[in-house]
């Protein structure tokens, strides 16, 4: 069963570094990319970025270039979200997604990581 | 990328009914790679559809997608019960990028 399991819920102050990961089974990791979306509270879905565990290639949405940093640690089948300085309005959940093999798509989610980034 | 755009912003059905629910793209989606997703409260997305018409494993035969260039449906023949949530399309575009809509809620009437 391929799952992807997903670091616990964060609560930060804003300017502080956040490393959330996202750890997949049952597959063979380093051959699917692995996306990173961001839902912000009550709203819709993001997508952010994703990379390929295989060779670490990472692909960034205009939107988030910049802002945050994707990585990867295939040794542990591992793929990690961070961010340098929070803000405020990083406050949301962040969800970690498969890639489908045919590459438009995202068929599994892990369950998701809740940031809250509050002084 | 292609901007998306879903329509209507809530859709409010009974059980029993048939959900059409629409997405159109700016501009023309490649290889019609548009997939839709089903999210309910406190849980993480789950994927319906792929390349606009193929059932994701799993997924029931009520269910179905249809559409190319820039509009696209996705239509729930006869509503249960479990199937009130909130529904997103999202396209695949060039160089990796996706974009997802901003999402249909299905209420109960």
């Known amino acids: 069963e391929v799952q992807l399991v997903q670091s616990e819920a964060e609560v930060k102050d804003p300017g502080d570094s956040l490393k959330i990961s996202c750890k997949g089974s049952g597959y063979r990791f380093t051959t699917y990319w692995v996306g990173w979306v961001r839902q912000m509270p009550g709203k819709g879905l993001e997508w952010m970025g994703l990379i390929y565990p295989g060779d670490s290639e990472t692909r960034y949405s205009p939107s988030f270039q910049g802002q945050i940093t994707i990585s990867v640690d295939k040794s542990i089948s591992t793929a990690f979200l961070q961010w340098s300085s929070l803000k405020a309005s990083d406050t949301a959940i962040y969800y970690c997604?498969?890639?489908?093999?045919?590459?438009?798509?995202?068929?599994?989610w892990g369950q998701g990581t809740l940031v809250t980034v509050s002084s | 990328e292609a901007v998306l755009t879903q329509s209507p912003g809530t859709l409010s059905l009974s059980p029993g009914e048939r959900a059409t629910l629409s997405c159109r793209a700016s501009?023309?989606?490649?290889?019609?790679?548009l997939a839709w997703y089903q999210q309910k409260p406190g849980q993480a997305p789950r994927l319906l559809i792929s390349?606009?018409?193929s059932r994701a494993t799993g997924i029931p035969d009520r269910f179905s997608g249809s559409g190319s260039g820039t509009d696209f449906t996705l239509t729930i023949s006869r509503l249960e019960p479990e199937d009130f949530a909130v529904y997103y399309c999202?396209?695949?575009?060039?160089?990796?990028?996706?974009?997802f809509g901003q999402g249909t809620k299905l209420e109960i009437k």
């Open positions: 390349g606009a018409s």
């Open positions: 999202q396209q695949y575009g060039s160089s990796r990028q996706y974009t």
């Open positions: 997604a498969r890639v489908h093999p045919n590459g438009d798509s995202f068929d599994n």
């Open positions: 501009q023309t989606v490649t290889n019609s790679y």
